[in-house]
């Protein structure tokens, strides 16, 4: 091999090598913020935050949970989380991440939850079960764009 050719080799692993990391940082990054946005939303509701779907929600969100018949958009998803609200709260709740892809401004994230329902009539249900979450890079930070889960 001529010294031209070690030069190209050890040009080409550099340049190759020195990218390789800033772009695991990235992807790294981006996964770690798509999660916090998923902690936040069941953290603001077990703490019965009203306005984490205006926060956390696209305008033109719709998902579809195994209790609901159809999707629900946002301004439903709002409304039946006030419901909940009138027959009991969420007292705890476990999140088990399984896996997070991100492509550019996209994120599909995978995951386990066990969760603590308190009734007004102070009976708890545990329930254990998986989501699927979309979440899309917005001006204002990840947002939820549809999901599709619930109780096992």
Not at 72 to 95: C, P, Y
Request: charged letters at 30%.
């Amino acid at each position: 091999m001529t010294s031209k050719e070690v030069l190209k080799l050890v040009l080409t692993s550099i340049l190759l090598f020195g990218l390789t990391p800033a772009y695991a940082e990235e992807s790294t990054d981006d996964s770690a913020n798509v999660w916090s946005v998923i902690e936040e939303e069941w953290n603001a509701v077990e703490k019965g935050d009203r306005k984490w779907p205006d926060r956390l929600l696209t305008d033109d969100f719709a998902a579809w949970g195994k209790t609901s018949p159809a999707p629900r958009d946002k301004a439903s998803t709002i409304m039946w989380n006030r419901f909940d609200e009138q027959i009991g709260k969420l007292v705890a709740h476990e999140l088990y991440p399984l896996s997070i892809i991100v492509h550019d401004d996209v994120a599909v994230a995978h995951y386990l939850y066990t969760s603590a329902f308190q009734s007004k009539d102070d009976e708890i249900e545990m329930s254990n079960g998986r989501y699927t979450d979309i979440l899309v890079r917005t001006e204002d930070g990840w947002k939820f764009l549809t999901w599709h889960g619930g109780d096992d």
